[in-house]
């Protein structure tokens, strides 16, 4: 399992819109778009990693409430086991109507046969 893919679960679940990069097609009132931003082998000696780290921004982007969103996400992604490293309000779009809120997140999976 990857980290976008555990995201992309846990949004289907939340029944939040999602899509990784850019989101295609009409943007519904809220949705999630999820930037890969780090994946790199870490803990490993002898030219072998036992360990990959990922890394995601997720942007959410809400016309109504946010916090809400933000609240509901933020409690998927503990009980997953993901860890959130950042949060930040980025903006309001005022041409589109959208709050613009980013949680960057990070997992550790082991790699297999180690």
């Known amino acids: 399992m990857s980290l976008l893919g555990e995201l992309k679960a846990i949004f289907t679940d939340l029944k939040i819109p999602c899509e990784t990069a850019v989101f295609s097609g ?3 009132n809220r949705y999630v778009v999820l930037t ?5 082998f ?3 000696g002898d030219n072998t990693p036992n360990m ?11 016309k109504g ?3 809400e969103a933000k609240s ?3 409690q998927a992604l503990m009980s997953n086991e993901i860890t959130i490293t950042a ?9 589109t109507g959208y709050n613009n ?7 550790n999976y082991l790699l297999g046969g180690n």
Do not use: G, M, Q, W
């Open 65 to 67: 409430n946010y916090l």
């Open 52 to 62: 990959n780290v990922e890394e995601v921004r997720i942007s959410l982007f809400d």
């Open 42 to 44: 870490v803990l490993h």
């Open 26 to 28: 009409k943007a519904p």
């Open 87 to 95: 949060r930040r309000y980025v903006d309001h779009e005022d041409d």
């Open 36 to 40: 890969p931003l780090v994946d790199t």
């Open 101 to 107: 809120y980013a949680i960057d997140v990070a997992k």
């Open 72 to 74: 509901r996400i933020e």
